[in-house]
């Protein structure tokens, strides 16, 4: 079945350092892949999407391409800050309109 | 324009008692779906819902339920409550049943005890 695998956290950086977060899945087709963000106490808020091999979604300064020859989607941002500390979520949309989701990565930048 | 808004933000509730958490999405949107969301189990797929037919439903048992109105407000239903029951209910809506993306809504806290 379809399923979405994606780096335990938690994950701790310094300000202004480089982030990558790696995300892969498994799947029938061609479907939708987003990244997530939770902020504590809040819902989910859509980061990023990509709907078709070779696509890049960008938002905020961070970037996912859909690669489908490595089934991944990794989330990247060129320099974090301490407002990026959150838990991010990769999930893919399945042709039965449901998310399938990633387990989660928390991310902590430190001053 | 509004996002999509859940009633109540928490509730505790007892054993054996039922609830009706309710998911008004964004205007427009025809396409309503639920999560469940726990620290053990991660976010979880509860059912789908467009134009008040019920297109999806995840692998939960029967206790949980849902419908939508014609004005596209969801409603969950939760009977025979549970310890295990206690997660963070997450309402989403979309206008095209989710290919470019859902809205999620606040969620609605569920204690039970």
């Known amino acids: 079945g379809n399923s979405v695998t994606q780096m335990e956290g938690p994950v701790t950086l310094s300000e202004e350092a480089f982030l990558t977060i790696n995300c892969t899945y498994t799947?029938?087709?061609?479907?939708?892949l987003f990244w997530y963000v939770q902020y504590p106490g809040e819902g989910l808020q859509l980061l990023l999407k990509?709907?078709?091999a070779d696509d890049k979604g960008s938002n905020k300064g961070f970037e996912a391409t859909y690669r489908k020859e490595t089934t991944s989607f990794h989330l990247e941002k060129g320099s974090v800050q301490v407002s990026d500390s959150a838990v991010y979520f990769c999930?893919?949309?399945?042709?039965?309109?449901?998310?399938?989701w990633g387990a989660g990565t928390k991310l902590i930048i430190k001053p | 324009k509004a996002g999509v808004t859940q009633t109540p933000r928490y509730l505790i509730k007892t054993r054996g008692q039922q609830v009706t958490l309710s998911c008004s999405p964004i205007?427009?949107?025809?396409?309503v779906s639920w999560y469940q969301q726990t620290p053990g189990q991660g976010l979880q797929f509860l059912f789908e819902?467009?134009?008040?037919?019920?297109?999806n439903k995840g692998n939960f048992p029967g206790r949980f339920s849902g419908r939508q109105f014609s004005n596209s407000r969801s409603e969950m239903n939760v009977s025979t409550l549970e310890l295990g029951d206690s997660a963070l209910y997450l309402c989403?809506?979309?206008?095209?049943?989710?290919?470019?993306?859902?809205?999620f809504g606040s969620g609605t806290r569920l204690t039970v005890v």
């Open positions: 989403a809506s979309s206008s095209d049943g989710g290919s470019y993306g859902y809205t």
């Open positions: 205007s427009g949107h025809r396409s």
């Open positions: 819902y467009f134009s008040e037919t019920q297109r």
């Open positions: 799947a029938t087709g061609y479907p939708s």
């Open positions: 990509a709907t078709k």
């Open positions: 999930a893919l949309r399945d042709s039965n309109y449901q998310l399938i």
